[in-house]
């Protein structure tokens, strides 16, 4: 078989996510037969590192070893079963060890199955809790630039305009307020500011504030200083609103953290994980609450105090079982501790980005960098062609636009970095001069 026979099939019977298909004239689709480690290859064998970590879910490779046989004794003693009613070893497991290893208070899980439902699952519950309460707080704040998913929930509280501004008479009721702009300690003053004056006028009609802690992955990898987070959690503690940190992307050690959250010692009332929590393996969110939020839901038979929500692969045991064998990882192999050494080789290498004339910045929070270059037109579509450039060199890139950025699956090497970086490099030179 050859790449095109199945470019012909798939063009054939397939839309795919986030495209616009009528570019597969000219670009072709790439279909990928296997993947070991950090490489994907193509039935051509063409291999390419996977620099993006195929849409930020993968941690520790294709096809890794100890995660396929953790899944393999799962699928020969349970697949899935429902989770209303029931329950079963991998998510009760699953579960003990995420309240162990999360902020303290966040002390019970509810699962769904990827990262918009995770959003649309807080943003119900948090409003939900001030019903129980016998208050209507019909909005919810978030921050300029965010992205939250593509549920109408989820982006609703996002505000990257490509997403959402066709959909915005179909939206739920949230305000956006600022977000600093770059890392330092100074650009977080004026933010705060704004979410005290908001919260000082309206905090009565606002269910909770939804955040990306520290990197605004989707909106341009924009990265702020975890100060900022924490005088987030400090107003809205102090207004009574709730604080939902979205770590579907940053969870599972992107920052150089466990979470992000981290960086500030906070903690949320909810926290929303997905991607890296299966190791990249199966489709599986999880959003943590704290006690005082389930007691508000924990009454006598009561149809409009219990949070009816639900969906069929809620808590699935396979995706549990990566789950499990994610942490395992996380814990025998000591992760966090051994991409220190990473973050501050990437952090190295990303020096020489910065002489380029048309580099307008570079930025990176733990094992996520990003280059933002300028002068290009969006008609230029800078990115795509860096994608290109990426694609003929055997690195997979995805530039968001004119952001150019890295977030490698952990177990990344450094001469696979080398390689990643000085790609990237070679574009930038090569089709910016
Ligand atoms: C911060 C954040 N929240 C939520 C989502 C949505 O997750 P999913 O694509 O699994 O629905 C994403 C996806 O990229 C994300 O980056």
């Known amino acids: 078989m050859k790449n095109q026979d199945f470019i012909d099939r798939d063009l054939a019977v397939l839309w795919h996510p986030c495209t616009q298909m009528k570019d597969h004239e000219f670009l072709p689709l790439i279909p990928i037969k296997s993947g070991k480690g950090i490489y994907l290859e193509d039935f051509e064998g063409n291999k390419y590192l996977d620099a993006i970590s195929s849409w930020w879910v993968n941690l520790f490779g294709h096809s890794n070893e100890y995660i396929n046989s953790q899944i393999k004794n799962q699928l020969d003693t349970l697949e899935h079963v429902l989770l ?32 918009s439902s995770g959003v649309e699952v807080a943003l119900k519950m948090s409003f939900h809790y001030h019903k129980n309460r016998g208050e209507n707080r019909p909005y919810f704040i978030s921050l300029k630039n965010s992205y939250h998913g593509e549920t109408l929930g989820a982006l609703a509280v996002g505000d990257v305009e490509i997403y959402k501004k066709i959909y915005n008479e179909i939206m739920i009721k949230t305000i956006q307020t600022p977000v600093p702009t770059n890392q330092t300690i100074e650009a977080t003053k004026k933010p705060l500011e704004d979410l005290e004056n908001l919260l000082k006028s309206r905090s009565h009609e606002i269910s909770g504030m939804i955040v990306e802690p520290m990197v605004q992955c989707a909106g341009s990898m924009n990265m702020y200083h975890s100060d900022f987070l924490k005088g987030v959690r ?23 953290k466990m979470f992000a959250s981290e960086h500030s010692g906070i903690s949320p009332d909810f926290m929303i994980l997905s991607k890296g929590l299966t190791g990249g393996y199966l489709a599986l969110s999880v959003v943590l609450t704290t006690n005082k939020i389930y007691q508000e839901f924990y009454c006598d038979y009561n149809l409009e105090k219990s949070f009816l929500h639900s969906h069929s692969y809620t808590g699935n045991a396979l995706a549990c079982s990566a789950g499990n064998a994610t ?5 025998n192999e000591n992760i966090i501790e051994n991409i220190q050494d990473k973050i501050q080789y990437i952090s190295d290498k990303l ?3 910065k002489d380029l004339p048309n580099v307008k910045d570079v930025r990176q929070t733990g094992m996520i960098s990003a280059i933002e270059l300028q002068g290009y037109k969006s008609e230029e579509r800078i990115g795509l062609n860096i994608y290109k450039f990426g694609l003929k060199n055997g690195v997979l890139l995805r530039p968001l636009g004119n952001i150019i950025y890295f977030m490698p699956p952990l177990i990344i090497t450094k001469s ?18």
């Open 84 to 115: 209303a009613g029931f329950t079963h070893e991998q998510v009760v497991k699953l579960s003990e060890r995420l309240v162990k290893l999360t902020p303290d208070g966040l002390e019970k899980c509810f699962f769904a199955d990827n990262g």
């Open 234 to 256: 400090e107003l809205t503690q102090k207004y009574g609103v709730h604080l939902i940190a979205d770590e579907v992307a940053t969870g599972f050690g992107r920052t150089g």
């Open 327 to 331: 942490l395992d990882i996380f814990e």
């Open 351 to 353: 020096e020489k980005f």
């Open 416 to 433: 696979e970095i080398d390689k990643m970086i000085d790609t990237a490099f070679a574009g930038i030179q090569e089709l910016t001069q």
